[in-house]
């Protein structure tokens, strides 16, 4: 049989297998139709098998197994094999007249298929058979199930009464000629099939969007798309692609809403009229990836059967509609056409012989997922380690040594996908040996060329966080040798032939397990040959074959299981003894050991990258110096004193001009894990606390050469000139040198923090990734779930960070005691006394279900920005996650009567979370320090009152509708006139009137209350309001905020009237410069979540609700500063200020950015004292851009009320990005200058008391700014909370 077209495809079907064979088939007669039933198993509920039988041209019977892993409480690992055959008439087993793909004949009359989760067996027409019968093959744990149906009886299909059950319709075709253009010789012409004028679904399409968008640009009597919001706008995208060789065309629609994505797909091309014609697709993440079934089954396709696959009907010849929802739609559609009828079949692809292509953009998950950092590679990983059938060791180390030779460095999330997949491999998580093998010498010089070229990229890193991964990823790279694959090969042969051991068809002494390790050395050798080689020679030792099992479990984690797999990965059982794998008992030859001994050197030299002495002795001749040499060998003999870590850190500092070199590169790792494992051993609560500050000196040496991290460097400096140099002109261990060494201990501990926990989400990301791929349709291993879900914390546990955090926690509590600080640190003391049930969390939840409450809150984390929600009336988080006392957390938690307060007693904390669910009265002491006690029953039934009441409990926010705007931008002269139009910030600021340049206030004007809104009544935002109306409705916040700021509309009026106000003040905006998303961004924030639940918890009605927006150029500020003009502090003077003071903008201070700021104490002047709570170790600063730039700053009629603060509810955004530097403490006047440090902190005392003589003496908390000029800036002050 010939094909409707010469030369268009190169698929082979059983058409063409039935074409070379010679054979002929005849004329279908039937258009194909469905049938389908269900299967139970005897004995498992749960497992069931769905069948369905496609009867036409051909007969396709596809059976799809649910449940059976489950049901018989199986692992990841499971195979599962159809065993089938034909049914005769006397209900003999007989053999199939031609094999279905991928079925294979096991004996005379039995055939099996492998069916992981379904399989379709496909029969010509004239070889269908009546019936087949079957029973499902599970392999498991080197065990066999036999799974049968009810009653234990075979599972039989008859397909001629399961086709019956679905009458085709008759077609009389013929077969087919070969032909080209518009004639089939003997056919006759064919024809172009017709078809409506009209497509229905694709008209509705089309006319909702023409609808929308008209309504957009304000035409057709101004309709608007009703219902219709912005996220569910129909956008359509179209285009047409030739056939090859010019024979007809395709054109299609993708129309994408909010909710689903549906594809159209029409073809014009001559065809008989016989003939059926079927889309054959595959999904893709992306345009040119790896075909796969679609997530969720789409209504009229058929899986084809190779678990990538699926087709569709063309009907009429003409158009198929498919319908995916958005969450699940794949990233671009592929596809060919695929023409069959009368015998004959044709595969048809596009213009110049590639498939069909439909991307689908935006509007589908994947695509939406595609512009990612990194995702390139994230994708080809996945399919790899899931989808591929082919895949092994050496292919991956392939594939990473070709990611590490691009040009450009790796990313972040680059560096975590090669890790993540070398760290899993290296646990044998992912395959190493799947259907594909190699030559030892191959893999050999693929691990040399990775090892030359990670070292390149990892010189290349200049960000910390990718060194890290990319050190994690050394640690997993074996060192290969280019020269040492043929010596594995000959190797092994030499000891067989020495020792006369059966090689092959040569005679000798017969060792089932030499001979398989022989063929695994040949084509798979890898580095668990290294675990396999020590076992066997444990064996040799004892003679007892346990011992060699097991030592290769202890040294690579390699089960009898994993090494009974190897024998049908890549390579065979070349002993015809049915053994499986290695997992075979070997012959006791102890002649044998001391060839063996040698030959572990040989593998340890070629895929040893973490053995300490073969890394020494591989980088012989690379040394800088003989004398590096020694002290390398030196360290590998004492590689388990306590004494080898300052020869360790010695080495690589010698060695740090070298890394470039590959076996360098790995001796420095495997240098670091070995200071590491000795660290490890040490019992830091018996050392004194000079020799644990000794002991974390040598920990953070070594961390900096590891990470060439600028922080890190600056850290280190504070820490050595408090520990080893002038201590910083104060006594070691007194109270002043206790909180300065504690300032260099917390930014230490900030950094390891920020580090472990970046390196944890990204790997975790990847493994998640990983996870989901394998549980994708279609996917060929999944890797084992409890492995990835862990997978992130576990990795970053191997880091130096997590052990310089360990020592800190040792550390840092004697530092606090040395300084005069217990346990606890109070930054709002609440009632006093707090009752209520204790609950263990991770972080506060944005709100508590209804009614419940009071709560105890003992959480892990605290980041400042969080809204207190009602229902809490204690919050006790560990003191690694401490909050400045002026943080908008802190101002919430005493507006709200909040007990919080940190503790740096792990055991404190831990007996609170054991008490979860306990009720307990919580007191503050004279000191700070918080107890806890059983409340009686008085205290109980009272307790109710302890806790904020939200707005379902009766208490309410009044919040008032301000009047319309008077203007469209108000200067700051005209504040006090218009007041109820402006916010507390805009309006206290008018309030300040400095004399004799004693401080400034910022130019300033504001965008009045009530301009957002009488934007959304503007006819070019009509559109624009009503969609807004509707996503507030859905509560998808962030969806909402994103629209704002994309979408509304700024007039020209108004963008002309905020420059000429800021030009007339004296701080111009800049011309070209996009200052409007700024503005727009302010406006959004009302929907942030916290906000949201704010407004719920208080009761505010949304409407009522409204912001201000706050415009002032950016201070180039040398310190911030905020001041409680009265100390808030437990037992303070009620004469006494607080002030708080960071390096750089006010951002670090008030957003509680990991570390802490100076905080102190200040007096009167008469008789006043100075005492300094805390020093700064926020590790980074953030600072003006070096041209200048302004602020947007939010001004709410919801802040500053009588019971409410709500600091920092709304945001305030800069025009451009404001950069984040770290900061050098160890020459920071603030820190050591303490003239300066007191004169500075004198000055903002006194501004203090300034500003409350404008405000009638009332207490207030003022934020401003040091210029570099030493001037003062007042940028906002409000009655103190």
Known sequence: LKPFWPNSGSRRSYRERERES????????????????????????????????????????????????????????????????????????????????GSRSVDPVASRIECRFDCVMGFPKDMTPKKIVFVVVVHANGQQHWLKAPGGSDFVLDLEELAAQAPPTPVALTPLSPG??????????????????????????????????????????????????????????????????????????????????????????????????????????????????????????????????????????????LKFKAKSAPGALAFVLYACGGGGEQWL???????????????????????????????????????????????????????????????????????????????????????????PKDMAHCQEALGGAMATAVGAAADPTTRALMRLAVRACPRGNSSGGDAIRHGILNIMRTHGIREGHRPGIECKFIEQWHQKLHTNSAPDDIAICEGYLAFLSSGNPDDLFRTVWERASITR???????????????????????????????????????????????????????????????????????AFEIFHERDSPFVMGKIIDLRRRLESCLWKRDILMLDVALEDQLRLVAERQDLGSMGRDDLINFMGCLLKDLQLSRRDPSVDMGLELFFRLSEGDHGGAQRWGTDWCKLMLAACDRLSVICAGVADTVAELLQSCADRLRAGGER?????????????????????????????????????????????????????????????????????????????????????????????????AVLLPAAHAVDVLSHVAIRARNQKVLLASCDDDALLAELRGKNGAKLKLSVGPSGDVTWAVPSANELASAGGSAPTSAAGGKQLAVKRPPAPPAL????????????????????????????GEYQVPPSATVPFGTFEELLQDPANEDFREQLEELTEEGEWAKVRSFVVDELQVPAKLEAAVVEQMATLGAPIPAGVEWQRALKGVWASKWTDRAVSSRRQMGVPED????????????????????????????????????????????????????????????????????????????????????????????????????????????????????????????EPLVFDAAFRNKLLRRLFDLGRLVEANFNGQPQDIEGAVLKDGSLVVLQSRPQV
């Open 22 to 101: 010679g054979e002929r088939v005849e004329a279908s007669t039937h258009v194909a139709r469905c049938s389908t039933m269900q299967l139970s198993f005897d004995g498992l509920g749960e497992a069931s098998a769905h069948v369905s039988v496609m009867a036409g041209v051909r007969t396709e019977v596809k059976i799809g197994l649910r449940g059976i892993r489950r049901s018989l409480h199986l692992g990841d690992q499971v195979g599962c094999e159809l065993h089938w055959a034909c049914l005769d008439d006397t209900g003999a087993w007989t053999a199939p007249a031609a094999q279905p793909d």
């Open 180 to 321: 080209a253009g518009a004639s089939f010789g003997t056919l006759g012409a064919v024809r172009v099939a017709e078809r409506p004028k009209e497509w229905p679904a694709l008209k509705a399409a089309m006319a909702a969007t023409a609808s929308t968008n008209g309504a957009t640009n304000g035409k057709a009597n101004g309709a608007t798309a009703k219902g219709k919001k912005k996220a569910d706008k129909p956008k359509v995208t179209q285009g047409v692609t030739d056939l090859e060789g010019g024979i007809g065309k395709v054109a299609w629609h993708v129309v994408t809403f909010a909710e689903a994505l549906t594809v159209f797909v029409e073809t014009s091309l001559p065809l008989p009229e016989q003939a059926q014609l079927f889309l054959h697709m595959g999904c893709q993440a992306a345009p040119g990836a790896e075909w796969e079934l679609p997530e969720e089954p789409l209504e009229g396709t058929v899986p084809f059967g190779d678990g990538k696959a699926t087709r569709v009907p063309m009907s009429g010849q003409s158009r198929a509609e």
């Open 349 to 439: 692809k596009a213009s110049g012989g590639g498939d069909f292509g439909i991307p689908l953009g935006e509007g589908s998950a994947a695509g939406a997922a595609v512009a990612g950092p990194g995702e390139e590679i994230a994708r080809n990983f996945v399919d790899a380690e899931t989808k591929y059938s082919h895949w092994s060791q050496f292919q991956r180390l392939c594939m990473v040594k070709d990611i590490f030779c691009r040009p450009e460095p790796l990313n972040a999330t680059e560096a975590a996908w090669v890790a993540c997949d070398l760290r899993l491999a290296n646990q044998k998580a992912l395959e190493w040996y799947r259907q594909r093998g190699y030559q």
């Open 561 to 631: 299981e994993d090494m009974a797999k190897m024998a049908g990965c890549g390579f065979k059982d070349h002993t015809k003894s049915g053994a499986a794998g290695l997992n075979v008992n070997p012959v006791h030859l102890p002649q044998l050991y001391n060839d063996m001994q040698g030959y572990l050197g040989l593998l340890k030299h070629v895929h040893g990258g973490t053995d300490l002495f073969a890394l020494c002795e591989g980088c012989k001749g690379q040394y800088p110096d003989h004398g590096c040499e020694c002290l």
């Open 777 to 873: 349709p279609g996917a060929v291993f999944r890797p084992d779930p409890k492995i990835l879900g862990t997978f992130g914390e576990e990795t970053a546990r191997c880091l130096s960070e997590r052990l310089v955090a360990q020592c800190l926690r040792g550390l840092q509590p004697q530092l606090r005691r040395g300084a005069g600080l217990g346990p606890w640190e109070l930054v709002s003391a609440g009632a006093g006394v707090t009752v209520g049930t204790v609950e263990a969390m991770k972080a506060l939840p944005v709100e508590l279900p209804a009614g419940k409450g009071p709560i105890l809150a003992v959480t892990e984390t605290l980041t400042g920005w969080e809204d207190i929600p009602a229902g809490i009336s």
């Open 969 to 996: 931008v108000l200067p700051i002269s005209k504040f006090e006139a218009h007041r109820k139009s402006l916010g507390g910030k805009s309006f206290h600021l008018s309030e300040l009137k400095p004399k004799g």
């Open 1104 to 1227: 009522n609700l409204v912001l201000a927006v706050l415009v002032q150029p950016l201070a180039f500020a040398s310190y911030a500063f905020v001041i409680h003009t009265r100390s808030p502090m437990a037992g303070a003077n009620k004469e006494d200020a607080l002030v708080e003071v960071v390096v750089g903008l006010g951002e670090s201070l008030v957003s509680n950015s990991p570390g802490r700021a100076l905080s102190a104490s200040v007096g009167p002047a008469a008789g006043g004292a100075i005492e300094v709570h805390t020093y700064p170790s926020k590790p980074t600063g953030v600072f003006t851009p070096e041209g200048g730039t302004h602020i947007f700053r939010s001004d709410s009629n919801g802040e500053d009320l009588e019971g409410f603060a709500g600091a920092g509810l709304y945001d305030s955004i800069t025009v451009a990005p404001c950069p984040h530097r770290p900061v050098a403490y160890a020459s």
